[in-house]
């Protein structure tokens, strides 16, 4: 409608019956390319031209916390060719599915506001997915969706490149196996101690990675709760205090975002957890 009021207002295309005559055609083409390619690009006189594209309706971003993790999803390839603003193209180098998002910032020395901003475009164009901080004290499980491993040969193919280490090509089944093994009350360190994954020829950080990037495994999270939440609490829950948010007269905290905000290990925080009456 807009660009129907300029044509008018520019060169009375409405008014004047030689170009008025022209819109019936217009329409015509406009329909056959939506419908063929979902796009058009129409010439209206010498000087003017229409150009229309359909576009999806897109679900709205997940809201970006600093311990979330950014995992390319795509390949390298199709990352170097699309057309990333200057920002974006400052915090590419730091996302690695490793680094939380409070890491990229201060690395990329963008503010962290902006990279979460960034992080919700990336999510939006199916760039990247979230996934929670690596640590070996986290514990998996796996998911139904492990069983496409099984039968999938794409996702084999994939998934041995990723998880192998550098000049090792680890068996599918060995691999499958290590997926399996994964259960509650078993962390990383654990499963590490149990079975020897380098001589399986797996590294167990890319390992995990790819786990939660294809949503064959899951992170189980451990939230402890205060139960008499005061002023007093000791070093470093006073330091972990001010690092959340009240929730009636309960405190709910997530290990890795405390991880992230407070910089206290999990060995230690854990410690004053499981020994805290509170």
């Known amino acids: 409608m807009l660009f129907q009021q300029t044509l008018q207002l520019e060169s009375s295309f409405l008014s004047q019956e030689e170009s008025r005559s022209k819109l019936q055609s217009i329409l015509c083409s406009v329909f056959k390319d939506f419908n063929r390619c979902g796009c058009c690009t129409i010439p209206i006189d010498e000087t003017k031209s229409l150009h229309l594209k359909i576009t999806p309706s897109l679900p709205d971003p997940p809201t970006i916390q600093d311990h979330h993790v950014p995992i390319?999803?795509?390949?390298?390839?199709?990352?170097?060719?699309a057309p990333w603003d200057l920002t974006i193209q400052q915090i590419l180098p730091y996302v690695n599915g490793f680094n939380h998002v409070k890491k990229i910032a201060e690395e990329s020395e963008v503010d962290n506001e902006i990279v979460k901003v960034c992080i919700q475009h990336l999510i939006l164009y199916a760039f990247v997915k979230l996934i929670t901080i690596f640590q070996y004290s986290n514990v998996y499980t796996a998911e139904p969706k492990i069983k496409?491993?099984?039968?999938?040969?794409?996702?084999?193919?994939?998934?041995?490149?990723?998880?192998?280490?550098q000049g090792s090509v680890p068996k599918i089944g060995a691999v499958f196996r290590l997926y399996c093994s994964l259960e509650a009350g078993l962390n990383v360190k654990d499963l590490c101690n149990r079975v020897d994954m380098k001589s399986e020829g797996v590294n167990e950080r890319t390992f995990i990675q790819y786990g939660l990037m294809r949503g064959l495994i899951h992170h189980l999270q451990k939230y402890p709760v205060f139960l008499r939440p005061d002023d007093s609490l000791p070093s470093p829950l006073d330091s972990i205090k001010r690092c959340v948010v009240y929730q009636g007269s309960l405190l709910n905290l997530l290990f890795v975002y405390m991880h992230c905000c407070s910089f206290i290990m999990y060995s230690c925080f854990n410690a004053y957890i499981e020994y805290d009456n509170n």
């Open 72 to 81: 390319f999803t795509c390949s390298q390839e199709d990352i170097d060719s």
């Open 148 to 165: 496409l491993l099984l039968d999938d040969k794409v996702l084999q193919k994939e998934c041995i490149e990723y998880v192998a280490l």
